[in-house]
């Protein structure tokens, strides 16, 4: 900035409003380069930059705050004792609920679980088609029932959540519900659930 060049007019005139060819400010200069270079800065470290997008960033803390709400719960296994336990709370029940709903198994099994004629099962009543203890009901949720319209739900439910809503599924049993699907000529008696 010389100060020869300063205060010059330019030969413009718009209806007799002349302008100076000053430059622009030098701290007005360095804001705007400096915004630019932070902004392949941020670019870099956030979009392209291995681990570090926000989109993984997110992913993880989702996973993690999930892990870490289901983790009050205790140890999750494929046996009637965590089967049981859930089922007996009443804010598992409730997760395992919103995850029916959610997840469309409402659309097969009907709202409330009575089951959908020529459709998804009835979990109200003392008989299944496919488990005959309460232990068999997470495995069903993950392998789907091969030739029907139960395909696999582990692509709708991260591992934690299917005993959640496994628990909702045995906690209907003995409900009375409105629209209950008739017993399946193929399904058995199922023994009551156990006790601990
Ligand atoms: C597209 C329809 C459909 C959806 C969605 C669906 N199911 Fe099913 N489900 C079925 C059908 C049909 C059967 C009965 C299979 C048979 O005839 O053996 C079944 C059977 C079951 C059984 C075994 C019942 C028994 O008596 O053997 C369980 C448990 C089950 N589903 C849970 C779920 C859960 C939990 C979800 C949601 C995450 C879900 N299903 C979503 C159609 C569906």
């Known amino acids: 900035m010389s100060e020869s060049r300063q205060d010059q007019l330019t030969d413009h005139s718009y209806d007799g409003i002349q302008e100076y060819d000053n430059p622009l400010p030098g701290w007005w200069k360095l804001l705007f380069w400096g915004t630019f270079g932070f902004s392949v800065l941020y670019w870099t470290w956030f979009h392209i930059w291995p681990g570090q997008s926000i989109i993984a960033t997110w992913e993880a803390q989702v996973e993690e705050a999930r892990s870490q709400g289901y983790a009050r719960f205790g140890e999750l296994k494929d046996d009637a004792e965590t089967l049981v336990r859930l089922m007996n709370d009443p804010e598992a029940v409730a997760i395992g609920q919103a995850l029916f709903q959610s997840k469309g198994c409402v659309a097969c099994h009907g709202p409330e679980g009575g089951g959908v004629v020529n ?47 496994a628990a909702y599924v045995a906690s209907l049993r003995g409900k009375t519900v409105a629209n209950a699907k008739e017993r399946d000529p193929r399904a058995k008696p199922i023994e009551p659930w156990p006790t601990f």
């Open 119 to 165: 459709l998804g099962a009835n979990f109200t009543d003392d008989y299944a088609i496919n488990f005959q203890t309460i232990d068999q009901i997470p495995n069903i949720i993950r392998t789907g029932v091969p030739g029907t319209a139960m395909v696999s739900q582990t692509a709708l439910l991260a591992p934690a959540e299917v005993y959640f809503v």
